[in-house]
Nanobody, 124 residues
């Protein structure tokens, strides 16, 4: 397992933007497929976006498609989530996750390392 640390959460008004970052240590970042998930109070953790090793393949939940962009910098060992046009329903704790396998997965159980999460609050 690797260690993941998310940053960039905060309070934003509806329609605003935030950029989340996730840094990895203890492993070769370029050999991990990565994902972003979120969990709102009283709800199950849900998939947001995923990206392959190289960044050449990405996949998004329908709820964020067109508003969120996942990207990675394999030199800086960092994963990003650019969130635009935020809605109150986007408010949640956002987690990054890593897995040393090829391809992309939306299944939380298929990731073996998780960060501690960063809170995103969207005011209406």
């Amino acid at each position: 397992q690797v260690q993941l640390v998310e940053t960039g959460g905060g309070l934003v008004q509806a329609g605003g933007s935030l950029r989340l970052s996730c840094t990895i240590s203890g492993g070769t970042f370029s050999r991990y497929r990565m994902g972003w998930f979120r969990q709102a109070p009283g709800k199950e953790r849900e998939f947001v976006a995923a990206i392959s090793w190289s960044g050449g393949s990405t996949y998004y939940a329908d709820s964020v498609k067109g508003r969120f962009t996942i990207s990675r910098d394999n030199v800086k060992n960092s994963l990003y989530l650019e969130m635009n046009s935020l809605k109150p329903e986007d408010a949640a704790v956002y987690y990054c996750a890593a897995d040393p396998s090829l391809g992309i997965t939306v299944v939380p159980a298929q990731y073996d390392s998780w960060g501690q999460g960063t809170q995103v609050t969207v005011s209406s």
